[in-house]
Nanobody
Framework: QLQLVESGGGLVQLGGSLRLSCAASGFTLNSYTIGWFRQAPGKEREGVSCITNSAARIDYADSVKGRFTISRDNAKNTVYLQMSSLKPEDTAVYYC????????????????WGQGTQVTVSS
């Protein structure tokens, strides 16, 4: 069964850091573009970051540029999202997703989604 599992969420204070992990089972992530998304209560889901299978292309939402870093460890079949200088507005459920297309362009939809991990930033 193809599955993505996020971990690493939690409660952190303003200015703190967290590292989210997205691990795959049933398939190898190195052939997939991976995206991180988040959804806050009452808001639409938004894209946070994306990394293509070769890491040749990396994108960030303007709201997280300079604070978040996406990376992948294909040997561990895992993609990470390092989050620093966290703000209360970063509070959301964070999801990772995978797509076969080697592109971060939103036109190409994601094939698999994880269940999400909660990130809460207190002020």
């Amino acid at each position: 069964q193809l599955q993505l599992v996020e971990s690493g969420g939690g409660l952190v204070q303003l200015g703190g850091s967290l590292r989210l992990s997205c691990a795959a089972s049933g398939f190898t992530l190195n052939s997939y573009t991976i995206g991180w998304f988040r959804q806050a209560p009452g808001k639409e889901r938004e894209g946070v970051s994306c990394i293509t299978n070769s890491a040749a292309r990396i994108d960030y939402a303007d709201s997280v540029k300079g604070r978040f870093t996406i990376s992948r460890d294909n040997a561990k079949n895992t993609v990470y999202l390092q989050m620093s200088s966290l703000k209360p507005e970063d509070t959301a459920v964070y999801y990772c997703a995978a797509k076969r297309v080697n592109s971060c362009i939103a036109y190409y939809k994601y094939d698999y989604w994880g269940q999400g991990t909660q990130v809460t930033v207190s002020s």
